[in-house]
């Protein structure tokens, strides 16, 4: 297997995503300002990169595509506040729109394999929770984990997330809204060689999920 550099920026470069095609990489770069803005980049490294969204100020992170590779939902972060909230810019204009902006922390946004809805953990509760709003506008939003949650991700019809150091997956049905059932443990952290450390204590999630929910890949911790 051999590696093949697709950037040459100098700044730090992190939180990178594929598009559903596989054709582009969005992807946050920090300023010489310690400032994160959002780029994408086509997978195979020609061209140049395309600004997403640029500004001072506000940290951009962790972008998610829509299904159409049309929109990018991300959350800011205020370096003196802490404040986090979600926000979409249009790949083909660079016009922006707020999401969700509640009080507290609002992130790892992550738009559902159709398009309709926009998973994300917040505190608005006073503890991390897996929450789903309608998307492009939060008409409706949802509650989804009971007792704590982070890193949401979606197969078709399953949305998965992090309970401490238990993977828990949500089915749920999309007829008339979004109804989810309750959680349901899939495995544990240990099971699969990622530890036992507390999942909900990170902001980078260290797993993924296939489109039909039957396969995952998970970052294992191995001793040195």
Do not use: C
Not at 21 to 50: C, E, H, K, P, T
Not at 123 to 138: K, L, N
């Amino acid at each position: 297997m051999s590696a093949n550099r697709i950037t040459t920026n100098e700044g730090y470069e992190r939180h990178m995503i594929w598009s559903s095609d596989g054709s582009r990489i969005a992807y946050s770069i920090q300023n010489d300002g310690g400032v994160s803005n959002l780029y994408i980049r086509a997978s195979d490294g020609s061209g140049r990169d395309q600004v997403l969204i640029e500004s001072e100020g506000m940290h951009k992170w962790y972008p998610s595509w829509s299904p159409d590779a049309s929109t990018v939902v991300f959350h800011t972060n205020n370096p003196d506040t802490q404040a986090r909230d979600l926000w979409y810019v249009s790949v083909a204009s660079g016009e922006t729109a707020v999401l969700v902006d509640d009080e507290g922390i609002q992130a790892l946004a992550r738009t559902s394999r159709d398009g309709r809805f926009v998973a994300y953990q917040s505190d608005q509760d006073g503890q991390m929770e897996i929450y789903v709003t309608t998307f492009p506008r939060s008409e409706s939003r949802w509650k989804v984990s009971t007792n704590g949650g982070t890193w949401p991700k979606w197969s078709n019809d399953e949305l998965f997330y992090w309970e401490g150091n238990s993977l828990m997956g949500v089915r749920f049905a999309t007829d008339g809204g979004f109804s989810p059932d309750e959680p349901q443990r899939i495995f544990t952290g240990e099971q699969v060689g990622m530890g036992a450390s507390n999942m909900m204590a990170s902001y980078n999630p260290e797993y993924d999920v296939n489109a039909d929910g039957t396969r995952f890949i998970v970052v294992q911790r191995l001793e040195r």
